[in-house]
């Protein structure tokens, strides 16, 4: 049953990032999110006849265990902190410009 695919595909990818999130990691843990990756794998496909599941995003969740192996837990593994620099060093910066040639004054500002 097709319905029911998609929602093993959403249910592994949930337990997935419950597991991987955990400021703690064992070998079980990473062993457990390995499988339920693999199995995610194996259910996503279902999607592809809606939208491609092909991103990068997807792609790089395979490597996130290696990741945690090799470097440790993902603690503050996302974009929000440079995200909300990013709008104090671009977007704050661009709205006191002349908006005529604002990179230079944009640089000025965040030097100053």
Request: glycine letters at 2%; charged letters at 20%.
């Amino acid at each position: 049953m097709k319905g029911t695919a998609g929602v093993a595909a959403i249910h592994c990818f949930l337990e997935w990032f419950v597991l991987i999130s955990l400021p703690v990691q064992s070998d079980k843990t990473l062993r457990s999110a390995s499988k339920l990756l693999d199995e995610f794998d194996q259910h996503k496909k279902v999607f592809e006849k809606v939208c491609s599941t092909s991103i990068p995003k997807i792609h790089l969740l395979q490597h996130y265990t290696h990741s945690i192996w090799q470097f440790g837990t993902l603690d503050n593994f996302d974009t929000k902190y440079t995200k909300h620099q990013h709008i104090i060093d671009a977007k704050q910066a661009y709205l006191r410009t002349n908006k005529q040639n604002p990179i230079p004054q944009m640089v000025h500002h965040v030097e100053c």
